[in-house]
């Protein structure tokens, strides 16, 4: 079986397996997301989700938060870890928004990588949920699945799987994949214990480079 092979049976089956699959952040606007995502790193989704309502109701705009005290930004996030640096990160992003992209979160990978604290993943992320471009996010969940399943070999660089993915993924089914890696590594192919095979869907024909 060649990769390409590989991967439309991995995305078939997984379609099956989660049909509804969706970001777990919570929100409604791009910029949201964008803060939302900055804040989730080493930090669980959850978290994130119950700490967001208390920053967004107090600075309910780009504007309002490009404007805030980076030490109240600070002060509200800090139960998602690493509090000084997500802060000043969001504060500079905001800033850039209002300065250099009235006020938009720009939908293109070169200019969200402009943005302090957005690195490809998030910027993939961004691309695939808000614009519905092509996007391979490569998240934890995605680097060990595809390295277990045998979709790239030893790759540890988030940047080399997401340009081996990119050859391999049909540029429509990118984002979705990713999503579902997400949901079948929290409930099936797990980091922490050992990977439940023998109720995985992808039993038949994955590697199990474990
Ligand atoms: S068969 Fe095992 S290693 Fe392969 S994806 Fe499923 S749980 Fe992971």
Redesign the pocket.
């Known amino acids: 079986m060649t990769k390409k092979q590989r991967v439309k049976e991995v995305i078939r089956l997984l379609k099956e397996e989660y049909p509804d699959t969706v970001c777990t952040l919570d929100y409604d606007e791009a910029w949201k997301l964008l803060v939302s995502v900055r804040l989730a790193a080493q930090c669980t989704d959850e978290r994130v989700n119950k700490i967001v309502p208390n920053l967004f109701d107090k600075y309910p705009s780009i504007e309002a938060l490009a404007n805030a005290d980076v030490s109240d930004i600070e002060a509200i996030v800090r139960p998602c870890g690493l509090g000084r640096s997500k802060a000043r990160d969001i504060s500079a992003c905001m800033q850039m928004l209002v300065n250099d992209f009235d006020s938009k979160v720009p939908g293109n990978m070169e200019d969200l990588l402009k943005l302090p604290g957005v690195g490809r993943k998030s910027a993939n992320l961004i691309m695939g949920d808000v614009f519905g471009q092509p996007a391979i996010v490569t998240d934890t969940h995605c680097i060990r699945?595809s390295n277990?399943?045998g979709l790239v070999d030893k790759e540890k660089d988030p940047k080399k799987v997401e340009m081996a993915l990119r050859k391999i993924v049909p540029e429509e089914e990118g984002n979705a994949l990713c999503h579902r890696f997400v949901d079948?590594g929290r409930a099936?192919?797990t980091a922490r214990t050992t990977?439940?095979?023998d109720i995985?869907c992808?039993?038949e024909m994955?590697l199990?480079r474990?």
């Open positions: 699945l277990r399943i079948h099936v192919c990977p439940h095979c995985c992808l039993n994955c199990k474990i």
